[in-house]
């Protein structure tokens, strides 16, 4: 096996394989990922020019919730991650659904290699954070995009409001997230995101935070506001 195969942490991969089965309850454990889904797809939509007719690649793509999204606005979906049941949910979601992707358990990496240059659009959202080399997934998903395609990766930045909204609020007060959901050591800086997006064909082209109302309960947009979460649109340069 190749060293780009072991970018993958065994211990995140079975947080989320033990929660799999509630992946799609609105009301579980993953109802922040619900309730944001929405905000997500409408920034995805926008930055890629809409979806309809595109070929898009969601990387790390857990249980189906974004994937199935943007195959419901017309694009040709193919939803990657390392985690079994995740995957599994995902799939048998579909069945239910009767919404079409193409699902696989595969590295990004080793995805790149067989097949560079094929997607119009690229999605890595709340990945990076999880993997012990976010800089090889970047490399990869600017590998796998088309040129004049778009990539959009989200993540969580790394601050002392981050560590408090992020975990102790979400985690620990308010219970939006599983605790030990996340490793505040791996939050990434937009700076540090930028030093692995340069060495790519990748060129930044909107920086947008996301954030979170306790008391309306709401989350909305805020380009102003990248402190916690935030998303980030690349173009990779035409040849």
Not at 104 to 116: D, H, N, T
Not at 190 to 207: F, G, K, N, Q, Y
């Amino acid at each position: 096996m190749t060293e780009t195969i072991h970018n993958v942490d065994h211990a995140e991969i079975s947080k989320f394989e033990e929660l799999a089965s509630r992946w799609w309850d609105p009301h579980s454990e993953f109802k922040a990922l619900h309730e944001i889904n929405p905000l997500r797809l409408g920034y995805i939509e926008r930055a890629a020019g809409g979806l309809d007719g595109k070929r898009v690649l969601d990387v790390g793509c857990g249980g189906g919730i974004l994937s199935e999204s943007m195959a419901l606005r017309g694009a040709e979906v193919t939803g990657i991650d390392m985690g079994a049941m995740p995957l599994r949910v995902a799939e048998l979601h579909t069945l239910e659904s009767g919404v079409e992707v193409s699902y696989r358990r595969v590295p990004v990496e080793v995805l790149a290699a067989e097949q560079p240059d094929s997607f119009d659009l690229v999605t890595c959202m709340e990945m990076l954070e999880h993997v012990p080399s976010p800089a090889s997934i970047v490399d990869a998903c600017a590998r796998l995009v088309r040129p004049g395609g778009t990539v959009v990766f989200s993540t969580l930045n790394r601050n002392p409001k981050s560590y408090l909204f992020a975990i102790l609020g979400a985690e620990y007060v308010m219970g939006l997230l599983p605790k030990g959901t996340h490793d505040y050591a791996r939050f990434i800086r937009p700076s540090e995101l930028h030093a692995w997006i340069r060495p790519t064909d990748l060129r930044t082209t909107d920086m947008t935070g996301m954030t979170y109302n306790p008391l309306t309960q709401t989350y909305r947009l805020d380009s102003d506001d990248l402190d916690v979460n935030y998303l980030v649109t690349c173009v990779r340069d035409s040849d």
